[in-house]
């Protein structure tokens, strides 16, 4: 069975500072794909960033990008030059392969301070 | 241009009500979904349709019913409320086989 998990409930960050959320995934499935949303007080669901399972590179969307380590079956989430507004519930999800349905870790919540 | 949009935002029933959700995308996606997060910040699927055609329903009890009028469109009725319906429920869309789903501002549902 597919499952992914955030162990981190919170964070804290310094403005202008780089941050790390982790996430594991377990699936035993070679082909799948790691998503990354956020969701701000305002309860929104963002999109911010995808990593194939074989993607050689890991992605990178601005000012995020993920940490893809495949052996180690982690996609953790860095961000860096936090500002104010990147202060939300992050949630890192899964997909696996013959099927559209996203498995979501339970969240870390980011909070960013001058 | 708003791409994934739900009506209503709040929705505040009494216990045994039936009410409708709507979800409406104009991405062009063939494939949407709903999605309940509870009051832990738990997201899971309920429901899937590509194409108007059900592909995912997961263990949600049949007082759920989607109905998919055309692939733009995906609605969510509830018979009987109950108390544990209470959650935001968000729709998603995405093209199927690529992936990545985009959500709407999500409904909230209460029942009193």
């Known amino acids: 069975a597919q499952k992914i998990t955030q162990t981190q409930p919170g964070m804290f960050v310094q403005e202008k500072e780089a941050v790390t959320l982790d996430c594991t995934y377990d699936t035993s499935d070679p082909s799948y794909g790691l998503f990354w949303y956020k969701q701000p007080s305002s309860g929104e669901m963002i999109f911010l960033i995808y990593q194939g399972s074989y993607d050689q590179q890991n992605a990178t969307e601005g000012r995020y990008s993920l940490n893809f380590q495949k052996a180690r079956k982690s996609a953790n989430l860095v961000i860096s030059a936090s500002q104010l507004g990147d202060s939300a519930m992050y949630f890192c999800a899964m997909r696996g392969p013959n099927t559209d349905k996203l498995i979501f870790g339970t969240g870390t919540r980011l909070q960013v301070f001058p | 241009d708003t791409a994934v949009s739900q009506t209503p935002k709040y929705l505040v029933t009494q216990m045994g009500n039936d009410k409708s959700i709507k979800c409406e995308q104009n991405l062009g996606h063939d494939t949407m979904y709903w999605y309940k997060q509870d009051s832990k910040k738990f997201l899971k699927i309920m429901f899937s349709?590509?194409?108007?055609?059900?592909?995912i329903n997961e263990t949600v009890p049949n007082r759920f019913s989607p109905k998919s009028p055309d692939k733009a469109h995906l609605n969510l009725h509830i018979n009987s409320l109950e108390l544990g319906d209470s959650a935001v429920y968000f729709c998603a869309s995405s093209l199927r086989d690529l992936g990545t789903q985009y959500f709407g501002p999500g409904t909230r549902l209460l029942v009193l």
């Open positions: 349709y590509n194409n108007k055609e059900l592909i």
